[in-house]
């Protein structure tokens, strides 16, 4: 490689994930741009570079939880299990860089640390961390969406004699919880992922639970032959399915509400459900978002399932979610989860009971006294959708801030573009279905949206595209209404809202109209000339 020093290009692209290789193969082989990618990390993947953590892997199924862009890629590929484990998604991400010969492109170990845009000029500047300056006239940005960790603020945190670690920034080379005392924090699907595998290795586990959860099974399992021959021999059936769907998934949503059945039967639909395991589980029944008495159907079915695996009936009880209502926090899905509370080497702190004071030198320390520890995990989440943008301090024209327009909340036009800043293109950015769609189908539109609206431009002429902020506003309001009108806002401390991070301004992020829908309107855009953005 050489050492890099910046340049002229016609497009820059933030970000080596599913989202930056699929743009820079888009915007490079059918366009003809020349591209660079800088990525922090030293290696691609994204996401998945970085979330190495014991039990980690994807909540979509592999088959459709990977690019469908092209069929060659898709046939030549072999996923080992139902779930994608972390390394495996990394192995796919590294051969789909090869594959496509994206490398060349890409610039490890180069962090962003700015983005200005000059009108005059027509060019965004994008500087490094080491100092270098790129020029090009559009700025990708395919930075993740749940890419910034949030590690919480409590007293004392340095004074830990012991390490430390939060989920997201995991060391490369993993950690060896032999023998050792470790402390989770954080029960979301990442704490919930975690537990059971550190528990069977660690001296004694003690998860520090804030607000209990709800979490079906997976049910992961080997890729056995029938199955791999069923996904090859249907594969174009479900990637149709996936794309025409609401979330992304190649699922069948019931046709009958919670309420439309008898008791015993809705037991048996459920139960049914709870075997097959997986986030398909929601789609046991068309209301369970929409209708509070269909969801209290669900809720109350797991919460009797904790009470069934958990033999401690205290425990069983600190377990038992009773804050929000079944998926309308992102729901985790598991491998043990809680039946690793039965296990002797395993205890539940419940934070509501008795709070975190301060981390002293040995440990954790709440009202009942101290909990040692040689290890700290934080499974403690992200800043999602907009903190991974704010880092990258991107100014528009005239110098404005993101940070100063996004004050109270992001304003963007169909989470892809933002007024003030032309040229800017978010991939899943704040008000798109990103976070509530299989990321792949969400990712893969918007970056061919992207690609196609750039060549519009050029067989025009074009160079200038930017969001009218009467459109932004309105989409604003249309993706508050989405949320409105299913139950998602009822969890009122969910990263979807900005709660989890102390300050964040609350606002409900991710368009909640379904991706299909989405597609539809982003489409209907395009067709109308890009009717929103002024170009020029
Ligand atoms: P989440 O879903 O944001 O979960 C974070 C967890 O950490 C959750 O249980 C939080 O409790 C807990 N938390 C956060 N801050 C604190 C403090 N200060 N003290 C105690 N507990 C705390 O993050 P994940 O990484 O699990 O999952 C993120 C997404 O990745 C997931 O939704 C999937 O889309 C993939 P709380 O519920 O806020 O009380």
Redesign the pocket.
């Known amino acids: 490689e050489g050492e890099a020093a910046g340049g002229r290009y016609d497009a820059v692209i933030v970000g080596a994930g599913f989202a930056g290789l699929y743009q820079l193969h888009l915007l490079r082989d059918r366009l003809g741009l020349s591209v660079r990618v800088l990525e922090a990390a030293d290696g691609v993947g994204g996401t998945w570079y970085w979330n190495r953590y014991p039990g980690a892997r994807c909540?979509s199924e592999s088959y459709y939880y990977s690019y469908a862009f092209s069929r060659e890629l898709e046939a030549e590929w072999a996923w080992s299990e139902r779930y994608p484990a972390h390394g495996e998604i990394r192995r796919y991400l590294d051969h789909v860089a090869d594959r496509f010969g994206l490398r060349p492109d890409i610039q490890l170990g180069t962090r962003v640390t700015g983005a200005a845009y000059d009108a005059a000029a027509g060019l965004w500047t994008v500087t490094t961390e080491g100092g270098e300056r790129f020029e090009a006239p559009f700025l990708i940005t395919a930075v993740g969406c749940?890419s910034s960790a949030?590690v919480?603020t409590?007293p004392g945190l340095d004074d830990f004699a012991g390490s430390w670690f939060h989920?997201?920034r995991w060391p490369q080379d993993g950690i060896d919880f032999t023998g050792k005392r470790v402390g989770l924090?954080?029960?979301?699907?990442?704490?919930?992922q975690a537990a059971p595998v550190i528990a069977e290795q660690a001296a004694h586990l003690t998860v520090?639970?804030?607000?209990a959860?709800y979490s079906v099974p997976a049910r992961n399992g080997p890729m056995d032959d029938a199955f791999r021959a069923w996904v090859r021999d249907n594969a174009a059936e479900n990637r149709a399915k996936a794309r025409a769907s609401t979330n992304g998934h190649p699922f069948d949503v019931a046709v009958h509400g919670a309420l439309d059945v008898s008791p015993e039967e809705r037991a048996a639909i459920y139960e049914a459900a709870w075997q097959r395991g997986g986030l398909r589980f929601r789609a046991a029944f068309k209301d369970i978002l929409l209708d509070p008495e269909a969801n209290a159907t669900a809720s109350d079915f797991i919460r009797a399932k904790i009470r069934e695996v958990v033999t401690d009936p205290a425990t069983a009880d600190a377990l038992t979610p009773r804050d929000h209502p079944f998926a309308t926090?992102?729901p985790?899905i598991d491998s043990g989860y809680f039946e690793t509370f039965n296990r002797a080497n395993v205890s539940l702190v419940d934070?509501k009971a008795t709070p975190?004071e301060r981390i002293v030198p040995e440990g954790v320390r709440t009202a009942a006294g101290t909990h040692a520890l040689d290890i700290l995990v934080f499974?403690?989440?992200?800043d999602?959708l907009t903190g991974p943008l704010l880092a990258l301090d991107i100014r528009g024209r005239d110098g404005l801030p993101l940070k100063a327009v996004w004050a109270e909340g992001p304003r963007t036009y169909l989470g892809l573009g933002v007024p003030g800043f032309p040229n800017l293109f978010t991939i899943t950015g704040p008000g798109s279905p990103s976070?509530l769609t299989n990321m792949p189908v969400a990712i893969e539109q918007h970056a061919e949206w992207i690609a196609d609206c750039i060549a519009h431009l050029r067989a025009r002429g074009l160079g200038r595209i930017e969001a009218r902020p009467e459109v932004s506003a309105a989409w604003g309001e249309q993706v508050r209404a989405a949320a409105a009108a299913t139950l998602l806002p009822m969890a009122s401390?969910?990263?979807y809202l900005g709660?989890?991070v102390p300050g964040k301004p609350r606002a409900f992020m991710p368009y909640a109209g379904g991706m299909n829908r989405y597609r539809e309107i982003c489409d209907g855009v395009a067709r109308d000339g890009y009717a929103g953005f002024a170009l020029a």
């Open positions: 909540d749940l949030n919480p409590i989920t997201g924090i954080g029960t979301g699907s990442t704490g919930i520090f639970q804030r607000t959860n926090k992102r985790p934070l975190i499974a403690t989440g992200f999602a976070v401390s969910s990263w709660a989890n």
